[in-house]
């Protein structure tokens, strides 16, 4: 079964607004990284949270980790047009030797 | 030029069938992947190489089989495909050990099974 579930499965925004896309896994991680796939093209990763580490910004992304509630959420601030795509969480489990395993996705379109 | 290229990017094949779809890498990285991505499921693991003597089977290896011939090059086949492998194929790459193992994606081969 999938590690990582997302929610929602599909948020539609107009642009300049905020958008927040959440991610619940089963079990421990080293760490948690997010992906972002533009429509039948390959993931192109966006940033990476270590297990040790509650929030991260990467420019308008901001990421939180809880792992007590094993659980992430994805922050795009003042989204764009080209911020349209669908977005993945994907867990590094520990004792998994470095595999990763995605949720389902947050498809994300973003309106003028 | 892109730094891991898929070959063919799309396919359209019969029951039956073999079929390789292959994979290469300029990234110098030791460990590679095999994902297929089915609408609402999100990318599930095949096959996976740790180095050139390393393969692993993944979360759904059934139907498939891997070779890495090289550092840089990764197949899999269907010995025989079906319906049900129609889907999109994605290659990955990482770099070995550390903490830090983000995925490179390859663009994606589109295989449909008639």
């Known amino acids: 079964s999938q590690q990582g579930e997302e929610d929602p499965q599909a948020l539609s925004i107009q642009e300049g607004e905020n958008a927040t896309m959440n991610c619940s896994y089963k079990?421990?991680?080293?760490?948690l990284q997010w992906y972002r796939q533009n429509s039948g093209r390959g993931l192109v990763h966006l940033i990476l949270?270590?297990?040790?580490?509650r929030e991260k910004h990467s420019g308008r992304l901001r990421v939180t980790l809880d792992t007590s509630k094993k659980s992430s959420s994805l922050l795009i601030t003042a989204s764009r047009a080209a911020d349209t795509a669908s977005y993945f969480c994907a867990t590094d489990g520990t004792g998994t030797a470095s595999k990763l395993t995605f949720g389902t996705g947050t498809r994300l379109q973003v309106t003028l | 030029d892109a730094d891991v290229t898929q070959t063919p990017r799309n396919r359209i094949t019969k029951t039956g069938k073999r079929i390789m779809l292959e994979c290469s890498q300029t990234?110098?990285?030791?460990?590679m992947y095999w994902y297929r991505q089915d609408p609402g499921l999100g990318l599930r693991l095949i096959y996976y190489?740790?180095?050139?003597?390393?393969?692993n089977k993944g979360e759904i290896s059934d139907g498939y089989s891997v070779s890495r011939q090289a550092q840089a090059k990764f197949s899999l086949s269907l010995e025989s495909a079906i319906p049900n492998q129609t889907a999109l194929y994605f290659c990955?790459?990482?770099?070995?050990?550390?903490?830090?193992?983000?995925?490179?994606f390859g663009p994606g081969t589109r295989l449909t099974v008639l």
């Open positions: 079990t421990s991680i080293n760490n």
């Open positions: 990234k110098g990285h030791d460990r």
């Open positions: 190489s740790f180095d050139v003597k390393d393969i």
């Open positions: 990955a790459t990482s770099v070995a050990g550390g903490d830090y193992n983000e995925q490179f």
């Open positions: 949270i270590r297990s040790n580490e």
